[in-house]
């Protein structure tokens, strides 16, 4: 389903960084510099 929404958004333009791993609910180290560096680059 990830995969479907990230091909979706890109297909209307966006730009997607899937960042996948295994496991449930919790966020991990990875997401939380994703995250960041989102911000970061987008100045918020």
């Given amino acids: 389903m990830t995969e479907a ?5 890109e297909k209307q333009g966006a730009s997607v960084e899937l960042n996948l791993h ?5 966020v991990r180290q990875q997401e939380i ?3 960041s560096a989102f ?4 100045g918020l």
């Fill in 39 to 42: 911000f970061f680059v987008n």
């Fill in 22 to 26: 295994d496991g449930g609910h919790e």
């Fill in 5 to 9: 929404l990230a091909a979706y958004l």
């Fill in 33 to 35: 510099n994703a995250i």
